[in-house]
């Protein structure tokens, strides 16, 4: 008999298939005593299984490339902490063997990740998958994960690391469905990259008989368990208009009465450029910068180095305009050059802005290699502060460029409340905002965007975090300049147009959305956009302004 859940769709697309389960975890090796003759064995076994894991996660984000590999590149810093190491070969000289005291080694580290707030307890999923590849190797047994199948199926997991996300087999892999983590969680993104489509934050989905038939909407975030016939029917129906509709789906962004609304690439690196190209960007709203940052965590690249990695993207962007975010390090991003090791609540102290502003040659290289890379190139440049809270943030951002001789538009992201509250005050400092929704949700609610419990708060339909996207879109025009987002939010398309009605004048998204985002934009007249936004934001919950959203475009 059909039944229907619902978790959070976070990645487009319809998947109807049989359900396959993630492999479990690996087991907790025995605790055993050794002979203190073979400490100095075990420790040189742990430190070549650390070793074997690091390089393993190098080379899946080296195949996977884009968001997955920066991604994969932390996991691999993580495995080869010298302070976790360090706590390996202490227990290993005790008497533990080398699988048993990599395992207690991480359970420490664990708990002390767990209290130091939540943001940096959404990375215990992530160390959890590191521990069990290091004491499966140590082991001798395959490390559980993606299951071994000759046909299709929709993968069902308590949640899925980076490294298992990362190499799907979309051919494969229909689609995925999981217990925990949110719209913005590493799986999340790494599926929208992917075009698989996803649900997650589903409660009791590891209930799902194996073999089971679902059909999953990762648009909606509706599962259908043993779907009817005609519901197959319909949804394949939906899913291949879609899929027409997008096929035919090209130049710039728009609504269905002339209303620009240019169309941006989220990139992570180089690597990411190609597709953003083929899904016919605009330009780059988001240029993430960490990646280069992330290669050594000891020191910042030089100035050489970044120069060669910035000019790869501008060139693929000829007369596009090219947002630049400057390095955004600290919270689930610690550089051991830059962002302090004691901080009782990293999401909350010295990041971002505020890490570069303590650290101002670091901020100088940056813009200067900036503007190297930029010389004599026909991009329009712009480059934008993250975690600005005030006026004074975004006057000593402006300054340093400034000082850097760097010729480009300066803005600042809109991620605090306090920036949105006061946006026609940051603007007296800076050309253009830039809307963070993922991380203003997590200010705006106390909601960590890693934690699928709190995921309901996540959902940028919430109508406060509306309200503040309309505040700083009005800011912005009274003061005549520039307000995009370049969260996730710009990736639904339905909540695009509910974005393009609030006044936001540029939307930057994962490639994989762009032709969505695209197609649905051209339905719709501006007047038709704003009707719906005005209803969905004076809804009371997330849901309701999805649903009052829809009812306004759909005439009803």
């Known amino acids: 008999m059909e039944t229907t859940l619902r978790g959070v769709g976070v990645s487009h697309g319809v998947a109807i298939g049989e359900v396959r389960h993630m492999g479990t975890a690996v087991l907790e090796p025995p605790a055993k005593q050794i002979p203190a003759e073979e400490a100095e064995r075990e420790q040189g076994r742990a430190r070549q299984a650390v070793e074997a894991v690091a390089a393993d996660l190098v080379a899946r984000g080296n195949l996977a490339g884009g968001e997955a590999q920066h991604v994969l590149e932390a996991q691999a810093m993580m495995a080869q902490d010298p302070e976790l190491m360090a706590d390996v070969d202490r227990r290993i000289a005790v008497g533990s063997t080398a699988e048993r005291g990599v395992y207690d080694a991480f359970a420490s580290y664990r708990a002390l990740l767990a209290n130091a707030g939540e943001y940096l307890a959404g990375r215990v999923a992530d160390l959890d998958d590191v521990r069990n590849r290091i004491v499966a190797r140590l082991l001798g047994v395959p490390m559980p994960g993606v299951p071994d199948s000759d046909e299709p199926y929709v993968l069902i997991a308590r949640d899925l690391a980076p490294a298992d996300t990362a190499l799907l087999d979309p051919t494969l892999v229909l689609g995925f469905v999981t217990e925990e983590g949110g719209p913005t969680s590493h799986s999340a993104i790494l599926a929208r990259a992917l075009g698989v489509p996803a649900v997650v934050a589903l409660p009791g989905a590891g209930e799902l008989a194996e073999g089971t038939v ?54 992570g690196g180089p690597g990411d450029v190609p597709a953003a190209v083929e899904a016919g960007a605009e330009g780059v709203g988001l240029f993430r910068t960490e990646f280069l940052f992330l290669d050594d965590s000891k020191q910042a690249p030089s100035e050489e180095k970044q120069i060669t990695a910035y000019r790869a993207v501008l060139e693929a962007f000829p007369e596009g305009r090219v947002v630049v975010r400057v390095l955004d390090a600290g919270a689930d991003k610690p550089l051991d050059f830059l962002t302090p090791a004691d901080e009782p609540n990293p999401a909350l102290g010295v990041r971002g802005l505020r890490s570069l502003l303590d650290h101002p040659d670091v901020l100088r290289t940056q813009l200067t290699a900036l503007s190297k890379a930029a010389a004599g190139l026909p991009v329009y440049l712009e480059v934008m502060a993250p975690m600005v809270a005030d006026r004074a943030d975004a006057k000593a951002f402006a300054d340093a460029c400034r000082a850097a001789g760097l010729r480009a538009k300066f803005g600042a992201m809109v991620e605090i409340p ?42 940028p339909w919430q109508p406060a975090l509306l309200d503040l996207v309309a505040m700083s879109a009005d800011a912005a025009k009274a003061e005549g300049k520039s307000c995009g987002v370049c969260g996730e939010a710009a990736s ?61 475009l759909s005439g009803e």
């Open 214 to 267: 679902i059909a999953v909407d990762g648009s909606t975030g509706e599962i259908f368990v043993e779907p009817s016939a005609e519901k197959r029917a319909e949804m394949e129906s939906a899913a291949a208009a879609r899929k027409a509709a997008l096929s035919t789906s090209t130049g710039p962004g728009a609504t269905s009465d002339g209303h620009k609304m240019p169309l941006l690439a989220n990139i």
């Open 418 to 459: 306090s920036a949105a509250l006061r946006a026609r005050s940051v603007l007296q400092e800076v050309e253009f905002l830039s809307l963070g929704t993922n991380d203003l949700a997590q200010y705006t609610f106390a909601a960590d965007r890693q934690v699928g419990a709190v995921s309901r708060l996540q959902d």
């Open 492 to 552: 639904d398309p339905l909540l695009a147009c509910v974005l393009t009605g609030l006044g936001v004048t540029s939307l930057s998204m994962g490639a994989a959305s762009i032709p969505y985002v695209r197609t649905t934009l051209a339905k719709y007249t501006l007047a038709q956009c704003e009707r719906a936004a005005s209803a969905a934001r004076a809804a009371d919950s997330a849901e309701e302004a999805r649903v009052a959203a829809q009812a306004v």
